[in-house]
């Protein structure tokens, strides 16, 4: 008699594990719904990006804020695949000068190290930072050293095992011989749906989100706030987004102050993205809070 044939039934968001996220992104996907594409906050902004044919990219971003002030910033790319060299240079017009310089899985699989400098011509002052990230199926560590300031050193770490993660943050500051940051998160993230609970500012501050994939065209999420030292009150928002077709979406969202977005992104044709936005303050519809904004990009 032939043995029972045993049948193993996998859940498919096990089958499907997402990687484990850097410490600052436990709760990215809540975070990126509730604050990433909309257009209010700036009253215009404009984005051309461009490619040579040797690999060279070319990245030039202008905004011009609801108080008038316009700034913008042109930045060079050079990426070496085989090596894993990447070098970008960028130019405000603040007059700032910034070099990075980046070599991934190079050194080992998995590790990602980053120089970066800062110039200022006008007053000769220097910035120099080095930033390593390290990459495995069940983990994600991250050191941030400010070479010129303190020395100081920010260290993350994530660990996640089918979905659960939990990771820990600290600040040290060299010369002071000192903690000077501490925090901790804690979240659950499969392909369909995030949660997550961070504490940040030294255990002070907590925040709590969720971010849903109800379907191919609606998300939803929100995300609560409590500032433990200075307020009594949570602070809610919730947003969802809408991808009306393959070419645009909309987004809306309400915090618990009554003041209300909403956003539309249309890609009008191969290269070029229009986003339109507004904010509204519902609870003093008669005052001049409101604001809107629009934002261009080009990309060829």
Same mark, same amino acid.
């Given at each position: 008699m032939a043995a029972p044939e045993i049948i193993v039934v996998v859940p498919e968001h096990v089958m499907k594990q997402t990687p484990v996220p850097s410490f600052s992104d436990v709760a990215k996907p809540a975070n990126d719904l509730? #604050?990433?594409?909309?257009?209010?906050?700036? +009253?215009?902004?404009?984005?051309?990006?461009?490619k040579a044919s040797n690999g060279v990219t070319f990245n030039v971003k202008g905004k011009s804020a609801h108080d008038g002030h316009i700034g913008g910033e042109?930045?060079?790319?050079?990426t070496d695949p085989l090596s894993g060299l990447t070098i970008t240079q960028a130019w405000t017009t603040m007059n700032f000068l910034d070099t990075k310089i980046e070599l991934?899985? @190079?050194?080992?699989?998995?590790?990602?190290?980053?120089?970066?400098?800062?110039?200022?011509?006008?007053?000769?002052?220097? =910035?120099?930072?080095v930033n390593l990230f390290f990459k495995q199926p069940n983990f994600h560590a991250r050191a941030f050293f400010d070479l010129l300031r303190g020395p100081t050193a920010n260290l993350d770490l994530?660990?996640?095992?089918?979905?659960?993660?939990?990771?820990?943050?600290?600040?040290?500051?060299?010369?002071?011989?000192?903690?000077t940051r501490y925090s901790a998160a804690v979240g659950y993230h499969t392909p369909e749906y995030t949660a997550a609970i961070t504490s940040t500012n030294n255990? @002070?501050?907590?925040?709590?989100? *969720?971010?849903? %994939?109800?379907?191919?065209?609606?998300?939803?999420? +929100? %995300?609560?706030?409590?500032?433990?030292?200075n307020s009594n009150t949570?602070?809610?928002?919730?947003?969802?987004?809408?991808?009306?077709?393959?070419?645009?979406?909309?987004?809306?969202?309400?915090?618990?102050?009554?003041?209300?977005?909403?956003? *539309? #992104?249309?890609?009008?044709?191969?290269?070029?993205?229009? =986003?339109?936005g507004a904010s509204f303050d519902t609870q003093n519809l008669h005052e001049a809070a409101h604001k809107v904004g629009a934002s261009l990009t080009f990309e060829g």
């Open positions: 509730l #604050n990433k594409d909309f257009y209010h906050t700036t +009253a215009t902004s404009l984005e051309v990006k461009s042109i930045d060079a790319k050079y991934e899985n @190079s050194l080992a699989k998995g590790l990602k190290a980053e120089l970066l400098g800062h110039f200022v011509p006008t007053t000769q002052a220097l =910035g120099a930072k994530v660990l996640g095992h089918e979905g659960f993660l939990a990771g820990a943050e600290a600040g040290y500051d060299v010369q002071k011989a000192a903690i255990l @002070s501050v907590f925040s709590a989100s *969720y971010y849903h %994939r109800v379907n191919s065209q609606v998300e939803a999420g +929100a %995300r609560a706030t409590w500032d433990s030292k949570v602070g809610l928002e919730i947003a969802s987004k809408y991808r009306l077709d393959p070419a645009s979406f909309a987004k809306a969202k309400i915090n618990d102050r009554g003041i209300a977005a909403l956003a *539309y #992104n249309v890609l009008l044709r191969p290269g070029v993205t229009l =986003g339109l």
